[in-house]
């Protein structure tokens, strides 16, 4: 089985720096995957990381450590449409084309 | 390329009734899922399909079908609607050509049962 963990809601400050953390425990691994999801959109993919280490691209990057089962999102420069939701998703080796989500956090990003 | 598209955006039905929510994809993608997803609360895999002729039972399949006669389409059906299916229901699709199996998702179909 799968189970992933994530903070509910974050706030941040416009310019400022996010990190947003998610840990899982899974039986098999495949990769970790970030979507950002704004209120009643769909969601839309920001990365993928299956070996260790930080992946960059533009404001948005992340990292995954997998001998400790955790990854982390992290947003530079926040702007207000940054605020959304960030479902954190990870692949199981046994079904290879299947995502199991967290729950999501909620980033609220203030003036 | 209109990317994976659903069909209704929005529908209300009374407990008992069926309905059958469209998804289509021309990305020409091998994989289709659906998801629900319920307020606050992460997308739960309901079906999948890795090819025409193929599917599977994701997390939540009870109370749901689905068929996938080609490529292009994946619908699924609700037999005998519930409350407890009240949700916003996701279709998406990915290619094993994207080394990462991004999947790309449709805009939704919000589904109330009353």
């Known amino acids: 089985g799968q189970n992933i963990d994530q903070p509910t809601e974050m706030t941040a400050t416009e310019g400022a720096i996010v990190q947003i953390n998610c840990t899982y425990q899974?039986?098999?691994?495949?990769?970790l995957f970030w979507y950002q999801q704004h209120a009643g959109e769909a969601p839309t993919f920001l990365s993928y990381?299956?070996?260790?280490g930080l992946e960059e691209k533009g404001r948005f990057s992340s990292f995954l450590s997998r001998s400790k089962g955790y990854s982390y999102l992290l947003l530079k420069e926040l702007q207000m449409k940054d605020s959304a939701s960030y479902l954190c998703?990870?692949?199981?080796?046994?079904?290879?084309?299947?995502?199991?989500f967290g729950t999501g956090t909620r980033l609220l990003v203030s003036p | 390329n209109a990317g994976v598209t659903q069909t209704p955006k929005f529908r209300i039905l009374k407990i008992g009734q069926s309905m059958t929510l469209q998804c289509a994809q021309d990305?020409?993608?091998?994989?289709m899922y659906w998801y629900r997803q319920d307020p606050g609360m992460g997308l739960k895999l309901i079906y999948y399909s890795v090819g025409a002729g193929i599917t599977d039972k994701g997390e939540v399949p009870n109370g749901y079908n689905v068929s996938r006669s080609t490529t292009e389409d994946f619908p699924l059906r609700l037999e005998l609607a519930a409350p407890s299916q009240t949700s916003v229901y996701f279709c998406a699709s990915s290619s094993n050509r994207d080394v990462s199996y991004e999947q790309y998702f449709g805009p939704g179909t919000r589904l109330t049962v009353t």
């Open positions: 899974t039986s098999g691994f495949n990769g």
């Open positions: 990305m020409n993608h091998n994989y």
């Open positions: 998703a990870v692949r199981d080796r046994a079904g290879f084309q299947k995502l199991v």
């Open positions: 990381n299956v070996l260790d």
